[in-house]
């Protein structure tokens, strides 16, 4: 766990989730997850009401240095439940990112976790109800979606964020065509 298991349970789901997926062992199932001693993250988890709720979540892998790895999330719940949620997360993050090639176990210690969890997103009507470092957007034109967390690295104006979310999007421009929301998230980050 190179010294993480202090970290709340959210990251430590997370993390275990990836660990076990990537040696091939069976993943947490949700409320009954049997852990290891070294992984585990404490019989408490399962009675925090927290867990029960249906929650989105982003779950993010950097290396050591800083670098991105791996970022899979969803902007509204998809599972009846945030364990459920981080656990399908983790995988995804970990072997489905289109940016990345899938993680292989070695890599593991040497990567952070942090899991964001959203609230719901609201409509934007002007972009002073923007801050990067307090708000995630979604912009949005029809199909076509994009989404980014807040407090991001390099971040620092409402316009990089919105042209950011947009261009991953595949949104050339912003106009009055395209819709924004806002949402917040806790953000639990592994110590190291």
Known sequence: MN???????????????????????????????AVSDTDR?????????LWKIERACFVSIKTLQGNLRGCIGTILPTRPS??????FNAVAASTRDPRFPPM?????????????VLGLPEPV??????????????VSRGMLRGVLLPDLEGVDTVEQQLDIAAQK?????????VTIERFRVDRYKERT
């Not at 945030?82 to 656990?87: A, C, S, V």
């Open 125 to 138: 009507s002007d972009r002073n109800e923007l801050d990067p470092a307090v708000w995630g957007v979604i």
């Open 41 to 49: 993250w404490g019989d408490e988890l399962w009675n925090d009401e």
């Open 169 to 177: 999007a595949g949104i050339r421009k912003i106009d009055s065509a």
């Open 82 to 87: 945030l364990d459920l949620e981080i656990i």
């Open 3 to 33: 010294g993480k298991i202090d970290s709340h349970p959210y990251v430590r789901l997370a993390r275990t989730t990836i660990s076990r997926l990537l040696r091939g062992e069976p993943l947490p199932d949700s409320g009954t997850a």
């Open 104 to 116: 292989k176990a070695s890599e593991l210690d040497d990567a952070t976790l942090s899991v964001d």
